[in-house]
């Protein structure tokens, strides 16, 4: 079993800063892109940003620029750095990895419960 744990969210003015963070713990072999994706209230899921194991990144249109995603792969954690928040960048943001539990099986999905950032005016 394989779990993820966000952090770091919470309630900032527009133009300030948030860092999250996510780690990966349990039966992990490897694991191959991490990512985050964000869903605001009556919107589909987007990827907001990724970066896989040789740390290639891709961003979202909206917040290039603006976010920057690194990792430690020795500690399993993804980070999220954000700064100049916008009130449209308000959403449940969840982490995602791509881990192999043993080297027979391939790469499956994984999702953490999502933490929530609220931007305010």
């Known amino acids: 079993q394989v779990q993820l744990v966000e952090s770091g969210g919470g309630l900032v003015q527009a133009g300030g800063s948030l860092r999250l963070s996510c780690v990966a713990s349990?039966?992990?072999?490897?694991?191959?892109?991490m990512g985050w994706y964000r869903q605001a209230p009556g919107k589909q899921r987007e990827l907001v940003a990724a970066?896989?194991?040789?740390?290639?990144?891709n961003y979202a249109d909206s917040v290039k620029g603006r976010f920057t995603i690194s990792r430690d792969s020795a500690k399993n954690t993804v980070y999220l750095q954000m700064n100049s928040l916008k009130p449209e960048d308000t959403a449940l943001y969840y982490c995602?990895?791509?881990?192999?539990?043993?080297?027979?099986?391939?790469?499956?999905?994984?999702w953490g419960q999502g933490t929530q950032v609220t931007v305010s005016l």
């Open positions: 995602n990895a791509e881990v192999r539990t043993t080297l027979r099986i391939a790469y499956n999905d994984y």
């Open positions: 349990g039966s992990i072999f490897s694991i191959n892109t």
């Open positions: 970066i896989t194991r040789s740390g290639n990144t």
